[in-house]
């Protein structure tokens, strides 16, 4: 059912600011040429704010991409169909197509949050296909940033993970887009009220089950600390400028292999010249080259460090080093550095 508007997040003393149209036009700026968007409108209230916010920003344009609002019944909850029927009733009382899309089929007995969210995606991803869509819109916001980065910073992620979420990321043919990563939920659920517009309050985002529920409790306790969501994105915006930075010089690293590794799945590369390298470097030129040459994908940082870390303390003077790991063969010889294909395994 729709929560009652009341202030979140705010104080009396200083309540938050609502999004004004000017600053919508700002956040919205760079998808006026697009041919259409997709908006993720769960019907919590930072897809309301951004399905009511990106149809108002719209309408005062006399052109601009089409929108279509997708809400995605995971059929976990029996009031969510109720819920996915009330966003349509907004949608179209702001003038925006809606669709429902359902997540059928059998679901995960672990990890549910995840997988749910990969088939949101999927099913955004095929939907905004359909619709001729070039950007597929969604309403993380600055909480939402902090939150990530504590949630990362927990696995012991590197740079690439504390960096946290980008404005746009790639999404296949797609580019998915977060407009509110610099909007706290607080200045959102004002606009709603302003506007009166209700929303609807998901009992799982207060489920303790899950990391990122309990990761939002422990919040309050970290501002009183003075590490507050805002100081957390400023981190993460620090990180990603120090991951591009990393991510350039492992391209000038790249050049020192030998022949078009990248086209080949496979690098050949000087070992005195590997050895040359800053570890962080080295570590993700050699996870570029496992993740082309095998075929498990990316590779676990762990293992990767694992992997450098008896290259380095075994470098050989004369024979060989030679491992496997997801699906490539690493070589180091004196001379040189191989990484390609693992061939197949033999069966016993």
Same mark, same amino acid.
């Given at each position: !059912? ?22 919508? #036009? ?34 005062? +344009?006399?052109?601009? *991409?089409? %929108?279509? /609002? ?37 679901? *995960? ?8 969210? %990969? ?70 659920? /004002? ?13 799982? #985002?207060?489920?303790? +089950?899950?990391?990122?529920?309990? !990761? ?8 009183? $600390?003075? %590490? #507050?969501?805002?100081? %957390?994105?400023?981190?993460?915006? +620090? ?7 990393? $991510? ?27 050895? /040359?390298? *800053? ?9 570029? /080259?496992?993740?082309?040459?095998? #075929? ?15 290259? !380095? ?33 033999? !069966?016993?």
């Amino acid at each position: !059912m729709y929560h009652e508007l009341r202030k979140r997040g705010t104080s009396a003393a200083s309540p938050a600011k609502p999004v004004s149209r000017a600053e919508a #036009n700002d956040l919205f700026a760079d998808l006026v040429s697009a041919p259409a968007i997709v908006l993720a409108a769960s019907g919590g209230p930072d897809s309301t704010a951004l399905l009511f916010l990106a149809a108002r920003w719209r309408k005062a +344009r006399k052109r601009g *991409p089409k %929108l279509l /609002a997708l809400t995605v019944d995971h059929g976990l909850r029996k009031e969510a169909a109720a819920e996915a029927r009330q966003v349509a009733r907004l949608a179209r009382k702001l003038g925006v197509r809606h669709r429902i899309l359902r997540w059928s089929g059998a679901k *995960p007995k672990s990890g549910l949050q995840e997988k749910a969210r %990969l088939a949101r995606y999927r099913l955004l991803a095929q939907a905004a296909a359909k619709a001729g869509a070039s950007h597929i819109l969604t309403a993380h916001t600055l909480d939402d940033q902090a939150e990530t980065v504590l949630m990362r910073l927990l696995r012991g992620s590197g740079p690439a993970g504390l960096a946290g979420m980008a404005r746009q990321t790639r999404l296949g043919d797609l580019t998915l887009t977060r407009p509110f990563l610099e909007i706290p939920k607080a200045r959102l659920v /004002a606009t709603l009220r302003k506007a009166k517009i209700p929303f609807i309050d998901d009992p799982s #985002n207060r489920d303790p +089950r899950f990391t990122r529920v309990r !990761m939002r409790e422990l919040m309050p306790a970290l501002v009183e $600390e003075g %590490l #507050n969501a805002k100081r %957390l994105a400023v981190l993460a915006r +620090r990180l990603r400028r120090a991951e591009a930075a990393l $991510e350039a010089t492992v391209e000038e690293a790249a050049k020192l292999a030998r022949g078009d590794w990248g086209a080949s799945s496979r690098m050949e590369m000087a070992a005195r010249h590997f050895a /040359a390298l *800053p570890a962080e470097v080295a570590l993700r030129l050699l996870g570029r /080259a496992v993740t082309l040459a095998g #075929n498990e994908g990316p590779v676990e940082l762990a293992k990767l460090e694992a992997l450098h870390a008896a290259m !380095m303390a075994k470098r050989p003077k004369d024979g060989r080093f030679r491992r496997t790991l997801a699906g490539a063969m690493v070589t180091l010889s004196p001379d040189w550095l191989l990484v390609e294909r693992a061939p197949p395994r033999r !069966m016993p």
